[in-house]
Nanobody, 121 residues
Framework: HVQLVESGGGLVQTGGSLRLSCAAS????????MGWYRQAPGKQRELVAD???????NYADSVKGRFTISRDNAKKTVYLQMNSLKPEDTAVYYC???????????????WGQGTQVTVSS
């Protein structure tokens, strides 16, 4: 059994910063890619950023230059540093990880419970 636990969401003014964290725990043999998605009310869930086990990163165009994804493999944790926040960044942010689960014997995607980020204008 694997869990992803997120923290760091909250309310911030336009131009402010937040840092999200997501820690994985449980029957983990290996973590491949990790990433952050977000879903605003009435919209589909979208990729914000992801990072491979080797550290290669990928960002949505809307957050390039403002958000930075990183990971600490020893802590099994992925981070999302969000700067210059805008009201359109308001959404529930979800952590995602592709994990080889030794209790299952195969790899699959896992999701966190989501954390609310609200940017006031």
């Amino acid at each position: 059994h694997v869990q992803l636990v997120e923290s760091g969401g909250g309310l911030v003014q336009t131009g402010g910063s937040l840092r999200l964290s997501c820690a994985a725990s449980g029957s983990i043999l290996r973590i491949n890619s990790m990433g952050w998605y977000r879903q605003a009310p009435g919209k589909q869930r979208e990729l914000v950023a992801d990072i491979t086990s080797g550290g290669s990163t990928n960002y949505a165009d809307s957050v390039k230059g403002r958000f930075t994804i990183s990971r600490d493999n020893a802590k099994k944790t992925v981070y999302l540093q969000m700067n210059s926040l805008k009201p359109e960044d308001t959404a529930v942010y979800y952590c995602n990880a592709d994990i080889l689960d030794y209790s299952l014997g195969y790899g699959r995607d896992y999701w966190g419970q989501g954390t609310q980020v609200t940017v006031s204008s």
